[in-house]
Every structure is written in C-alpha cells, then in structure tokens.
C-alpha cells in the first residue's frame, strides 16, 4: 500500500498529466500499487500537490492503457486473471509476430547489433532473475522496433508493459535459462537471415511456452485475483 501524502511530489505544471501518469504506471508495475486497489483522485491530487483534473485524466490515461478499470465511480488497479493473461500472451504472440517479420526486412545493422548485445548480457545474468527478465523483455521490445509501422509498435509496446506487470508476480522461478536463451538464439538467428516463417514460428513457441509456465504459477498468486477491499 502507497500512503499519498501533500506535496509528495514536485512536477512542472505543462507536463502534470504525464508524470503523473508515468509514477501511477511506475507503482502499478512494481507491484506498490497492488491489483484491485481503489485509486482515490482526492489523495493522489494531494500528493502531487495538484487539482484532481490531471489526476483525473492520468487516470483516464492509465485505464486505455488497461492498467486501471472503472468499478461505479472509481478507479481501482487492474485485476490480473488467468483469462485476461492468456489473451495477452495470445494477443503478444500475433504482434509480435508479424511485427518482428515486418522489422527484419528493414532493419540496419545498429538494431541487430543492440539484440545481439542484449543476448549476451542475457547469458552474463542467468543467476540474476531480475535482471535476466529485464533483458528478456528489453530483446522482445527491440525486435519491432525498425517496423515500418508506428502503430504496430505501439502497440506491441504496451504488450510489453503488461508482461512486465504480469511477471512481478509469476514465471520466473520456473524458468530454465538455457533454455531461454536458446529460443532467442533461434530467434535472432532467423531474425538476421530473413527467414520470415521461421522467425515467426521460434516468436510463436517461445511466448507459448512463456504462457504455459505463466499459468502454472498463476494459483500462487491468486489472492491478486479478487479482493474487493478498498485499500486506499
């Protein structure tokens, strides 16, 4: 639980609703803001030291963002379901497909050098979980990056974020980093020759076998999954 307290937060005022915005998500995705946790305007204006219109629109932000839903008339943190996580892993599986065969065919080799780079950190950190999904996460978000289309990337950007959120509270403890680091190995060997099928096929069985170890975590964590207590 995040206690808000008046004049927390210093910010300049042309740029109130997105740093707002940027801390809210910050706190959502490090777990501080806990699913399901009503977001009260009055509060969160007052640790800003703001009037509840910024907040109100950083919400609103938050929410299209699906970091945030609408429950009567508040806003709470977005719950996480084994349902919406498998649509999320299915929906990541479509963009970042087609999306990484797009960026392959205009790629330079700066980009390809920046995964290679993140491989090899990877392989540095497999003692260190966080760090290691950090990097995971970092080579997914490049292999669109030189997509010709912006809005793909967007798009595969906010997948990304969600995953990030979702793994602060599954599938690493599972994970088998050879096996990891394998998959992107093929991954990146695909990407850098073109081989447009098979990028897409490595993409596909890697993010399903990510979905499999997901799920079988998930029971763990399924206090997150319903409370309706009002925490703040």
């Known amino acids: 639980m995040i206690n808000f307290n008046k004049g927390d937060y210093k910010i300049e005022r042309d ?5 707002i915005f940027e801390v809210l998500k910050k706190q959502i995705l490090a777990g ?27 919400l ?3 929410e299209h963002e699906g970091l945030v839903y609408r429950k009567k008339q508040y806003r709470r943190v977005e719950v996480i379901t084994e349902k919406k996580i ?55 978000e490049q292999l669109v990056q030189s997509c010709p289309n912006k809005k793909i990337i967007e798009m595969h950007t906010q997948v990304i974020t969600h995953n990030r959120w979702v793994m602060n509270f599954t599938l690493m403890d599972e994970m088998d980093p050879k096996l990891s680091i394998s998959d992107h190995r093929n991954i990146l060997e695909a990407y ?23 799920k079988n ?16």
């Open 217 to 232: 975590n998930f029971n763990r964590y399924s206090e997150y999954e319903g409370s309706s207590e009002d925490i703040l």
């Open 86 to 140: 498998v649509e999320q892993y299915q929906l990541w599986q479509m963009i970042e497909g087609y999306g990484a065969q797009l960026a392959c065919q205009n790629v330079e080799d700066k980009d390809i050098q920046k995964l290679e780079n993140i491989c090899q950190k990877m392989e540095s950190n497999v003692e260190d979980l966080a760090m290691y999904r950090n990097l995971n996460l970092s080579f997914h």
């Open 32 to 58: 501080k803001l806990k699913p399901n946790e009503r977001l009260i305007e009055k509060q969160i204006a007052n640790s800003f030291n703001v009037s509840r219109s910024p907040v109100r629109e950083a």
């Open 192 to 214: 850098k020759e073109k081989q447009l099928v098979a990028l897409e096929n490595y993409i596909r069985s890697h993010i399903e076998n990510a979905l499999k170890r997901v």
């Open 60 to 62: 609103a932000k938050l």
């Open 15 to 19: 740029l109130i609703v997105d740093q």
